[in-house]
Nanobody, 120 residues
């Protein structure tokens, strides 16, 4: 089993910045991919950004140029730096990891979610 602990959400004004963290612990050989998703009220959960073990990143068009994703493999922790925040970024943000728990087993886990509210 793998546990994810997210932190860093909160209330911020338009144009502000915030950093989310996701710390993974448990039976981890390696974290293949770390990602952030978000879900706004009444909307489906959507991809925000992902980063592979090798550092390859992928971003939703809506956050390109404003958000960056990074990870510290030694700490099994991922980060989402959000700059230039807009009211439409308001959502619950979820950490997602794909973990190698054994040489032949990959599993996906979700964090509990952290609320980001951007005021106009």
């Amino acid at each position: 089993q793998v546990q994810l602990v997210e932190s860093g959400g909160g209330l911020v004004q338009t144009g502000g910045s915030l950093r989310l963290s996701c710390a993974a612990s448990g039976s981890i050989i390696s974290i293949e991919t770390m990602g952030w998703y978000r879900q706004a009220p009444g909307k489906q959960r959507e991809l925000v950004a992902t980063i592979t073990k090798g550092g390859r990143t992928n971003f939703a068009d809506s956050v390109k140029g404003r958000f960056t994703i990074s990870r510290d493999n030694a700490k099994n922790t991922g980060y989402l730096q959000m700059n230039g925040l807009k009211p439409e970024d308001t959502a619950v943000y979820y950490c997602n990891v794909t973990v190698s728990e054994s040489p032949s087993r990959l599993s996906t886990y979700w964090g509990q979610g952290t609320q980001l509210t951007v005021s106009s």
